[in-house]
């Protein structure tokens, strides 16, 4: 049996945790490789030449990257108030329809008003879907858990709905809107730096990635360096203080919902606005529960979820380019890693910390 | 009682337990003769509650012996020590509210995979029980639905339906009133009287006085002293138990209260299920005055500090603040402070602080509105920090160091961090909750006067401790509560200790 | 098609419908009342449905294919009770965990060795249950009128796995009612220091409690993929250990009532299937996706007080450590 919860010095607790659950969650996963009858050095190899072996290898990754720092973030956030939210997928999906509608309804506007609309509408459908969940466990105490997980479903019912009855494209045998129009979508990265004179190749990255880098600072800002922040990280930390010191408990967990659900539309924008250009079923594709991995791994941190979708950006795009290789060997290997890594880094983090405790020589185990 | 020849009931020897830093038991000896009630006394975090629960196999010690009638005995868990004899009444009792008297009585014991054979004879020697002590209570009730006393006269059958000859009971006044004590008390004596022996853990002296055959002193997780308490005194005791002569009084000049600050009219408090916790409040705080409140933990000393720090709102009557009535916007912990009415919280490491943000951090817990903290929505880290210096430096608070994360800090130095942020705006009005509990004795010297300067200053103080001596000590004038009601009120100067008690267990001013 | 007949065939497949979501709800039921959440059901009844699917497909034995579900699903039972109990970890987090784990291996694994997208080679003979006739079936659906059909359609004719998930939710009550483990279990998920101290291990009766859930999961997930289909296919479960989880909050944490719910939401399922592309008289197209949300959404507005209270069991969700 364990303990009381080890010490450990802020580096350790920070960087070597993290890294060391990771690599043993790898280790699994190196493991079911084998048991597959493949070899996993070299699907390793394959892996690594596939997300980072060239340029259209890296904007591919950083493509990937730019959904899981959206659906970490929006983790990570509601995280620091104490509040877990399962419900990306479902937050990002009403951004989906929020960006979709603004797109076909709006086309009339120039882009430079357009898009920044459609932005917007795409956070405020993830922060209304985050909201409602927050606003019942603020004033309903029934608690964001279960209702992020029953809001992911009826997001999902009610795509299906709008695609099949309302916004669907009549010529399409897929559930899916028509393509919106060209001035209604995000630059591709490629377009966008050749004025500058960087010839890149064509990939799906695009301009939502400098949207997620600006939300990575943002966020920094906002948990670590702003009043509000400073009351929500008290909220998470100790809901009791916070009334106790004057804070509305209420409205910090719908504003810490809001921001959250709002950081999971991001993944909409890029998906939607950036790459598929039209509203279709399933965009979300499990991004949103692989963010909760990534904000366990980056500790809530905007620098640590940086590297962590980082990380899950190489395991997809270049677990692409293994499947490819490797039929055996499919893109579901990164859910494995991933769950793997929510095990480790999250449930299991008192055995981690444990046993990086007993390998620096600091405490005893029982 | 005679020193029999037979073993003693219980013996431990060379008790020590450490947790993390804390050596919370550090070779520890005691003895209890069968048949007498053993009380052990000693300040919160003597380490009292630890030997106990060692006894009673909740954790295992990490040296010594235990001893039960002179056999040697391990007890790895409640279960051996169940099996040994041993029954523990602890001080937040271990009930299941949704489960039945009997439910609970026979848990663990059940007497058989199915459970209606076991449940019919556990009918019956309940009963039995309860005839042979005196111990009335319906077997098919809710237990969470019974009153506090009752719930504690589960406890006692559970442990007497176990079997038990040895009967550990942590603070177990704690909750109950002076005539429930008595009671208990009573019952106490008939169990010894029948052989059963009894430990009776408490910081309360009268209570050793009133009940025990012996005493057993313990301080900073040492066993002091062992006293037949016959051959003893409570200022001996208390003594022995703080390790020099306690200053009882505080020094204090005299003064006269100035005008009105606070003044609560027929406040009355509802709680969520609906239970009257306050009713009919008439208080009033005058500047420079310090107002005890008296009374046995749990009769609305703890919602009286809620509703004025806006932490609760009141159901019925009404708050003012210098003659003005404050309006139910106003009535919120952020409103208060900017109206002066500061709050030193009765538990500092639940309500008072984030035990895992940096001192410096908690220093702004409350205030980090302030525009002096930080440009516009941001909060500047080294104007935090260079706060946080000036006030350790003011308040002593050790080690002055305000990135160490505020768990790190022993409970003195915490309650210092609090009194620091709550005092040093000036107050109007302060509200403080057990100021010294849990607080070594160079820090509670220290909080005393801090407390009686502020007063000194003009501040009207409501002092809410469990700890009747330090009421009687710093106030100008004491109220006792009773049921949520204020039973009646004392200049402190005329105030004793019997007066008091029976002004909290309920028996009018008037009457007495 | 008269009237009694269409009844009986929804009610027939309302039945099949609620299997799983029965299966799964227990489950969930007894680890809850234990004190440990587990919002990991759905991974385990698909770990299960894969496991048994392959383990049938090869040995040609539909029991020893459930025997083996039930194993897949004990095994993940087990890691979600060693991060949860023993580890005191998140437990919301450990069952996201194990929802992902069980969605990304099955698919692997079942794409490694078959070779068909995930999917299990079809079931056929032995190594799918066959439904059962009780006695007189036939007879009573020529001969009595109403009760007849609806006997043969509705009580008769189902697999063992189903008759197995109805008689767990009598043997569910009465355990926890009428024995031992059942008023310690009952106990821990309230108050857990009432029962170390009382000398009973915590640790032991959510462990217990967890092993329970994993085998109610594991003839869920058998149901599915050997006996509702014949093989399994990748995410087949579906989201249906979310709607048990739904019905399991539903119940209030109570057997019987977990019977109703799930029988309310297979209804609910069965009648979405039957109205698909149906127009009714007066109400026109039936929007389908409006009645698969409605579990959902009757869930958040009961969880939110709107109608009734659901409370869960006090230390549920909560690691139990040793106050000091």
Request: glycine residues 12%; proline residues 5%; aromatic residues 6%.
């Amino acid at each position: 049996m364990s303990a009381a919860p080890v010490e450990l010095p802020v580096w350790a607790d920070a960087g070597l945790v993290p890294l060391v659950s990771v690599t043993a969650a790898l280790l699994v996963a190196g493991l079911v490789v084998i048991g597959i009858g493949e070899n996993p050095l070299e699907a390793t190899a394959l892996l690594l030449r596939g997300a980072l072996g060239s340029g259209e290898a890296i904007g591919f990754t950083l493509y990937y990257a730019t959904n899981f720092i959206f659906t970490g973030l929006a983790v990570a956030v509601a995280y620091h108030a104490g509040l877990f939210n399962i419900g990306g997928e479902g937050q990002a999906t009403l951004a989906g329809i929020g960006a979709a509608l603004a797109c076909l309804w709006l086309a009339p506007l120039p882009g430079l008003l357009l898009v920044p609309l459609a932005i917007l509408a795409a956070a405020a459908g993830g922060a209304a879907w985050a909201l409602i969940p927050g606003w019942l466990q603020a004033t309903r105490g029934s608690h964001v858990v279960i209702t992020t997980i029953m809001f992911n479903f009826i997001a999902a019912t009610l795509i299906v709905y709008l695609l099949v009855e309302l916004i669907g494209n009549p010529g399409s045998m897929q559930p899916e809107t028509r393509e919106f129009a060209p001035h209604a979508v995000l630059t591709p990265m490629h377009r966008l730096l050749a004025p500058l004179g960087l010839v890149l190749p064509a990939t799906p990255l695009n301009s939502a990635f400098l949207l997620a880098l600006a939300s990575l600072c943002g966020v920094w800002l906002l948990i670590f360096r702003s009043r509000l922040g400073f009351a929500i990280r008290t909220l998470g930390a100790n809901p009791r203080a916070a009334s106790y010191a004057g804070l509305s408990v209420s409205r910090l967990t719908m504003v810490a919902m809001a921001v959250s659900g709002a950081l999971a539309g991001g993944l909409a924008v890029n998906e939607v606005m950036g790459v598929q250009h039209r509203l279709l079923l399933d965009f979300t594709a499990g991004y949103g529960f692989v963010g909760i991995a990534v904000a366990l791994m980056g500790r809530g941190h905007p620098v640590g979820v940086a590297l962590a979708a980082l990380l899950f950006g190489i395991l997809y795009q270049g677990g692409a380019e293994l499947a490819f290789d490797k039929p055996s060997i499919t893109r579901d290997m990164v859910v494995v890693i991933g769950g793997v890594i929510i095990l480790f880094a999250g449930a299991l983090d008192g055995l981690f910390r444990r046993l990086v405790a007993a390998g620096l020589g600091i405490g005893r185990a029982p | 009682m005679s020193e029999a020849a037979a073993a003693p009931a219980i013996e431990l020897i060379g008790i020590s337990k450490r947790f993390g830093p804390v050596q919370a038991n550090d070779g520890v000896s005691l003895q209890v003769a069968a048949g007498t009630v053993h009380g052990i006394v000693g300040e919160n975090g003597a380490g009292k509650s630890t030997l106990m629960s060692i006894l009673y196999g909740f954790y295992a010690a990490d040296a010594g012996t235990i001893r039960i009638a002179g056999r040697e005995v391990e007890i790895r868990s409640s279960g051996e020590a169940i099996a040994a004899g041993i029954g523990m009444v602890h001080q937040h009792f271990m009930l299941v509210e949704t489960l039945s008297v009997l439910d609970n009585i026979m848990l663990g014991v059940e007497g058989g995979a199915l459970l209606r054979g076991g449940m019919r004879r556990a009918r019956a020697e309940l009963a039995r029980l309860s005839g042979a002590y005196g111990l009335a209570i319906d077997p098919d009730a809710l237990v969470g639905e019974l009153p506090v006393g009752l719930q504690q006269r589960v406890e006692i059958l559970k442990a007497l339906y176990r079997g038990a000859d040895i009967l550990i009971l942590d603070e177990p006044t704690a909750v109950l009133t002076p005539p429930e004590a008595d009671q208990l008390f009573a019952l106490l004596r008939a169990l010894t009287a029948q052989g059963k022996t009894v430990i009776l853990i408490t910081h309360k002296l009268r209570e050793i006085m009133a009940v025990t055959d012996h005493v057993s002193v313990m301080r900073r997780g040492r066993m002091i002293a062992h006293l037949a308490t016959a051959a003893t005194s409570p200022a001996a005791l208390a003594e022995a138990m703080v390790g020099r002569r306690v200053l009882l009084r505080v020094e204090k000049p005299p003064r006269r209260p100035g005008p009105p600050v606070l003044a609560m009219q027929g406040v009355g408090l509802r709680d969520a299920r609906g239970v009257t916790r306050l009713s009919e409040i008439d208080l009033v705080l005058r500047a420079g005055e310090i107002v005890g409140v008296a009374g046995v933990a749990g009769n609305g000393q703890s919602e009286l500090l809620a509703v004025l720090a806006g932490l609760a709102q009141p159901s019925r009557g009404e708050i003012s603040l210098d003659g003005r009535v404050l309006g139910p916007a106003e009535r919120n912990p952020a409103a208060l402070r900017r109206l002066g009415v500061m709050h030193i919280p009765e538990d500092r490491q639940k309500d008072g602080l984030v035990t895992a943000f940096s001192a410096a951090e908690n220093c702004i817990l409350g205030y980090h509105d302030d525009a002096a903290f930080g440009p516009g929505p941001l909060l500047s880290p080294s104007r935090i920090r260079r706060h946080a210096r000036a006030a350790f430096a003011a308040y002593d608070v050790r080690p002055p160091d305000p990135e160490l994360k505020t768990a790190k800090f022993s409970g003195g130095n915490q309650q210092k961090i609090v009194l620091a942020r709550e005092i040093e705006r000036a107050p109007r009005v302060l509200l403080v909750g057990q100021p010294t509990r849990g607080v070594d004795i160079g820090a509670i010297e220290f909080i005393h006067r801090r407390l009686i300067a502020l007063r000194e200053a003009g501040v009207a103080i409501l002092l809410v401790s469990v700890e009747l001596d330090e009421v009687m000590a710093l106030s100008d004038r004491i109220i006792a509560l009773c049921g949520g009601r204020i039973t009646g009120e004392r200049a402190a100067a005329e105030a004793d200790e019997r007066d008091l008690g029976l002004l909290i267990a309920g028996v009018t001013g008037e009457a007495a | 098609m008269d009237w009694a007949q269409t009844l009986a065939v929804i009610l027939d497949s309302t039945i099949r419908l609620s299997v799983p979501l029965l299966c799964a709800a227990l489950a969930g039921l007894w680890s809850e009342r234990s004190g440990v959440v587990d919002i990991g059901l759905e991974g385990k009844m698909l770990m299960a449905a894969f496991a048994s699917a392959v383990i049938a497909h090869q040995s040609g034995s539909a029991w020893t294919g459930l025997g083996a579900g039930i194993l897949a699903a004990v095994a993940l039972s087990l890691v979600h009770g060693f991060a949860a109990i023993t580890w005191r970890g998140n437990q919301i987090v450990s069952g996201v965990a194990i929802n992902m784990l069980a969605a990304g291996l099955t698919i692997i694994l079942g794409n490694a060795w078959f070779g068909q997208g995930g999917r299990t080679p079809s079931l056929e003979g032995e190594a799918r249950f066959a439904d059962l006739a009780l006695p007189f079936a036939a007879w009573a659906r020529e001969t009595v009128p109403v009760l007849g059909p609806l006997y043969a359609e509705m009580v008769s004719g189902h697999a063992a796995p189903v008759y197995l998930a109805f008689a767990a939710v009598p043997a569910t009550a009465l355990v926890l009612r009428h024995t031992r483990f059942g008023l310690r279990l009952r106990a821990v998920g309230e108050n857990p220091a009432a029962v170390d101290t009382a000398g009973v291990s915590v640790a032991g009766l959510r462990y217990g409690a967890v092993i329970i859930c994993g085998v109610l999961c594991g003839l869920g997930g058998s149901y599915l993929a050997v006996s509702q289909s014949a093989g399994f296919l990748p995410h087949m479960t579906a989201g249906k250990g979310f709607i048990a989880l739904a019905a399991v909050i539903f119940a209030n944490w109570r057997p019987v009532p977990v019977l109703l719910a799930c029988l309310l939401f297979g209804l609910l399922d069965a009648v979405a299937i039957r109205l698909q592309g149906v127009s009714l008289p007066g109400i026109g197209l039936v929007p389908v996706q409006a009645i698969q949300a409605l579990p959902y959404l009757m869930t958040v507005i009961l969880l939110a007080g709107f109608i009734g209270r659901a409370t869960p069991p006090r230390a549920s969700g909560l690691p139990y450590v040793k106050e000091r």
